[in-house]
Structures are given as C-alpha cells and as structure tokens.
C-alpha cells in the first residue's frame, strides 16, 4: 500500500491556539484559590474534551469508511483527496472545540470572581450594620438613663413657658387698655382742638359781621352769620347777631326765635333776657312775655333801681291799649326819680324801638311812649316830661 501524505493545514488554521485574555488574567493574579479551582475546572474539561474527540473521529471513521464503499476504490487521488478534505474539516473541528472551551472557563473564572466579589461585600455590610446597630444600642442605654431627667427638664421648661405666657397676656392686656386711654385722650384732644378752631373762625365771621352790621348791610352779614353758626351754633354773641339783623330787617318774630336761642344756650344772658321780653311785648305775645317775666321777676326789678320794670310795665300796657295805667305808670316813675338828664337803664339802646314806633300809626300814646324813652336814655329831664305830659 502507498503510505498516506497528509496534505498541508491551512494557512488560517496552521496558527497555535493563544489562550484567552481573562485566562491569561487569572493565571497573573493572586489568590490560591481561585487558581486551583481553575486548575480543577481545567483538568476535567479536557479529559471530557478527549472523550468527545474520540467519539467524533470514530463518527467520522464510520461514515468515511461507508463513503469509501460507493466512492470509486480505483481513484487514488480522490481518495487522497477525501482524506484532506477530513483532515482540514478535523482541524476546524478542534479549533472550535478549543474555543468553546476557552469561552467556557472564562465563564466559569467570571462566576468565581462574582461569587467571591458578592461574599466580600456581603460581609463589609454585614460589618457596617453591625457597628450601626452597635452605636445605636450605646445610645439608647445613656438616653434611658436620662430620659427621666430630660423629662423633668422639659417639664420644667415648659411650666416656665406658661408663665411667660400669662405676663406676657397680661402685659398685652394691660398695653391694650393703654393704647385705648391713649386713644380716646387723643380724640378728646382732637374734639377740642376741632371745637376751639370752630370756635376760632366763628370768632373771626363775628368780628367780620360786626363790621358789615355797622356798614348796615345785614343781609350780607346773616349770610355770614349761616356760616358761622354752623360751625360753633350754641355761639350766644352769632345768635345776638343774628337776632339782631332780623329786628332790624322788620323780622321781629325771626329775631326773637334767635333771642331765645341764645338764652337757651345762656340763661344768664342779661342782653337775650331783656330783649326776649321786649320783642314778647311788641309782638303781642303777652302769655310768652308774663311766663319769662316770672322766671326773673326778681332779677328785672332789681335791675337800674326799678327802672327797667318800669319800662316793661309801659310798654306793655302801651300794647294792651291801657291808656290810663300808662300815664300813672310814667307819672308814678317820673314822681320818684331824680330830676336831672341820665341814662337810666344803663347803655341801652333804643333806636330800634324807635324805628318800629315810627313806623305805626302816630297816637298820643305812642308819642308819650317816644318821651318816655328819652327820659330814660336822659335826652329830657322828668319834670319837662311832666310838662308835656299835661300838653299831650
């Protein structure tokens, strides 16, 4: 028989086999123990490596062998070339099986290394948790310790918090009645302040009607007088004023509405008495005039030695149309007073009452009331008075 030449390995499969870089890494580390099991791993993968391989090539023996029977036995080449192609298919067979085994320790040096990475951190945190606990415990013994003086503390603390809080409510309180007498002192202030410069421009609109009453413009100066009034309307001078202004404009009933304004406001105002009682009379109304007159009797006659009850009981009889109790009253005055010229009835002034007598019809009484008044302001004596008494 001519002796088999095998034909020579493909370039691409005629290298050696370089083993894998995890593999070349594990057997450069440290650790025994790692590198015996891979050692083991190692062993056994190659005793079951050479059982597969036998297997194989007797697989392969038995079907080349039954190729061999239907090929042609009288080519030598093709033989020849069959057993190549076997060979060549032989090499990339063990060269993947050599892979497959690379691929397989790298597997299992991985898993190593997982399971041996796993224990350490396993037991690191094991560790830590076993100082936390620790320190935990350490804790917690002190803190019992001291939980019933930090207990008492607290209590302490918080009974001390409460009575801050009562001198604090009571403080609070107490400011707050502070601020409300500081504010109604303030509006007290203000209220006065408001009255005392209502009661300042009213002074001043008085002291301007004045001035427009002397130049006789008393319409003018009762629209003032509105103004004034409004802002200080108790004024007993305004109302004066006022009254006043409405005589002289032929209003005596507006005038003496006035008058008792102001003598409400003062019932000591001599000037308001006095004038409320004559208006009463020369308006007629004698139930209004003997109702007032009650009220001061006393104070009328006291006043000019019996002189202004004199003149009310003239006037009023002059109303009444009592001639005859006029005369003896006039007679009766003229008999005990002084015979000289003076003002009787003090700095009263007539020129009002003279201008509403004009203005009526001339009687002898009217002219015996008009000489009556002059005696009185002491412009005629009473003995020429009593002269012309008997001529009229």
Not at 232 to 238: F, G, M
Request: one cysteine or more; aromatic letters at 8%; a positive charge.
């Amino acid at each position: 028989m001519r002796e088999k030449t095998l034909a020579p390995l493909h370039p691409r499969y005629s290298r050696q086999i370089r083993p894998h870089r995890n593999e070349r890494l594990t057997r450069r580390g440290g650790g025994c123990g790692v590198e015996i099991v891979i050692r083991k791993e190692r062993a056994d993968n190659n005793v079951h490596m050479k059982f597969s391989f036998r297997i194989l090539v007797l697989f392969l023996a038995a079907f080349g062998a039954l190729q061999g029977q239907v090929l042609n036995t009288n080519s030598s080449i093709g033989r020849g070339q069959t057993w190549d192609t076997n060979e060549y298919r032989f090499r990339k067979l063990e060269d993947q099986l050599a892979e497959v085994r690379r691929d397989q320790l790298n597997y299992q040096i991985e898993k190593s290394l997982l399971k041996e990475t796993f224990s350490s951190n396993t037991q690191t945190l094991t560790i830590i948790l076993s100082i936390i606990l620790g320190v935990f415990t350490i804790l917690g013994f002190f803190g019992l310790r001291d939980l019933g003086s930090v207990k008492k503390d607290f209590l302490d603390e918080l009974q001390k918090l409460r009575e801050l809080s009562k001198q604090f409510e009571s403080k609070a309180n107490e400011l707050s009645r502070t601020q409300r007498s500081v504010e109604e002192n303030y509006k007290q202030l203000y209220e006065k302040s408001e009255d005392q410069n209502k009661r300042i421009k009213a002074l001043e609109l008085c002291e301007k009607v004045a001035a427009i009453m002397q130049a006789g413009d008393y319409q003018w100066a009762l629209e003032n007088l509105a103004v004034a009034l409004s802002l200080d309307p108790s004024n007993v001078r305004l109302l004066s004023q006022k009254a006043l202004c409405l005589w002289r404009l032929d209003n005596l009933s507006g005038a003496l509405s006035a008058y008792q304004q102001a003598l409400s406001s003062d019932p000591h105002d001599e000037f308001a008495l006095t004038s409320c009682l004559e208006l009463s009379l020369l308006l007629k109304d004698f139930s209004g005039y003997t109702e007032l007159l009650e009220k001061n009797k006393s104070f009328v006659e006291s006043r000019y030695e019996g002189g202004l009850m004199h003149y009310f009981q003239v006037l009023q009889f002059l109303q009444k149309g009592d001639v005859e109790k006029m005369r003896s009253s006039i007679s009766n005055f003229l008999t005990s007073a002084k015979d000289e010229k003076i003002k009787r009835l003090g700095s009263w002034d007539y020129s009002d009452l003279r201008k509403h007598l004009t203005k009526q019809p001339k009687t002898s009484e009217r002219e015996l009331l008009l000489l009556f008044i002059e005696v009185l302001n002491g412009s005629v004596s009473p003995s020429e008075l009593q002269k012309k008494i008997q001529n009229i």
